[in-house]
């Protein structure tokens, strides 16, 4: 767990368009994965204090001072056992004591809920800890990273529970490769584009997420639903029957080229299918990916 430059600048830019970090809490004690020298060219492009990472300042290798430069007056972390400090031990898998609800104005997650089996308890105990006004971030894994964790997360997932139903409005999604030197793309929500926002990818790519908490409602009351199967089943007239399914027995002629050259057909059949799948599901397609720029 660590913010490295991608979670770093996600961060900084959410500071510059307002978010207060005032009271932080971190899932785990965050590593802090980025040289100081680095650290003080962004916090300087952005006019924001760097003292605590030039020559000769303290360094224990965790995040905290991140947070400090972005403004937070107190960071604080959890974890299921204080071997590395944690002021709260709690295990994610439980719900939280009531004491914990909206203490936070800001809580950052840079790689644990994957790890939680019980994720729709975890995320639930998120989304209470966050004060109305104050954000949720997370930083995780979104695909070809199997065996990570206990879990790879669609973005649909995280649209649908941090929704206003529940409290939440996403306000910003990004995607991106793993590591420092990928692009970054806005991500649709699929309920605005009225499709599924699909992914294959080669490389491990990530989510950036901050949600903004707008009110205390009971969180989960109703479970999320994909948006694309949601209709299906609110828009039909009640009492009409799904469409009963064809009988009629019929058997479409080949074309003729897969009659007379096979081979050739076949290869032409898979790089159609190639073309399909890449307009579909790579990051080439504009109307789920947008590339922005990472600050």
Partial sequence: MGLDINAVQFLVAARKQGVEFGEVLML????????????????????LPRESFEPGAADNGFAEPVFKAL???RVAAMDVSGFEGAEHVHDLNQPIAPQLHEKFDVVYDGGTLEHVFQFPTALKNCMEMT??????F??????????????????????R??????????????????????????????NSIRARVELVTLAPVQL????????????FAAAPQQSDYSPRWTDRPEGDAAAPVSTV????????????LPGVAR???VARMAWGLWRSHSLGNRRSFRPVRKD
């Fill in 28 to 47: 785990g004690r965050q590593d802090l994965n980025v040289y100081p020298a680095k650290m003080r060219e962004v916090l300087a492009r952005h006019g």
């Fill in 71 to 73: 403004g937070a007056r």
């Fill in 131 to 136: 004060r109305v006004g104050g954000r949720l």
């Fill in 138 to 159: 997370l930083h995780t894994v979104a695909n070809s990273y199997c065996g990570h964790g206990f879990y790879q997360f669609s973005p649909e997932l995280f649209f």
């Fill in 161 to 190: 529970a941090l929704s206003p139903e529940n409290g939440f409005t996403v306000e910003r999604m990004v995607l991106h490769r793993m590591g420092p030197y990928g692009r970054w793309y806005e991500v649709s929500d699929p």
């Fill in 208 to 219: 950036l997420i901050q949600a903004r908490r707008d009110a205390v409602v009971p969180i």
């Fill in 249 to 260: 027995d019929y058997a479409p002629s080949r074309p003729t080229l897969a009659r007379t």
């Fill in 267 to 269: 290869l032409g059949h």
